[in-house]
């Protein structure tokens, strides 16, 4: 059996350190690397290269398809 294990990340490691020093949840340090995750995947690059821009747009698509204000906000 092979493994499929992906290395973690400099970027993603230092959010969940930054996360943890603010005592956020597990819960909510999933949910916040899963926000990013998929603004990295509609940016389609690494989200540290994010202009403020970009995160109007990405903002902008997740309204005109339908997100709710919590989760908006949440992203």
């Given at each position: ?46 989200p540290d290269t994010a202009s403020a821009e970009d995160l109007r747009r990405y903002q902008l698509y997740l ?13």
């Amino acid at each position: 059996m092979t493994s499929t294990i992906k290395p973690i990340t400099p970027l993603r490691l230092r959010m969940i350190d930054d996360m943890r020093m603010r005592k956020l949840s597990p819960k909510t340090q999933s949910s916040y690397v899963r926000v990013v995750k998929r603004f990295s995947s509609f940016l389609g690059r690494s989200p540290d290269t994010a202009s403020a821009e970009d995160l109007r747009r990405y903002q902008l698509y997740l309204v005109d398809h339908g997100i709710s204000s919590i989760s908006l906000n949440a992203a």
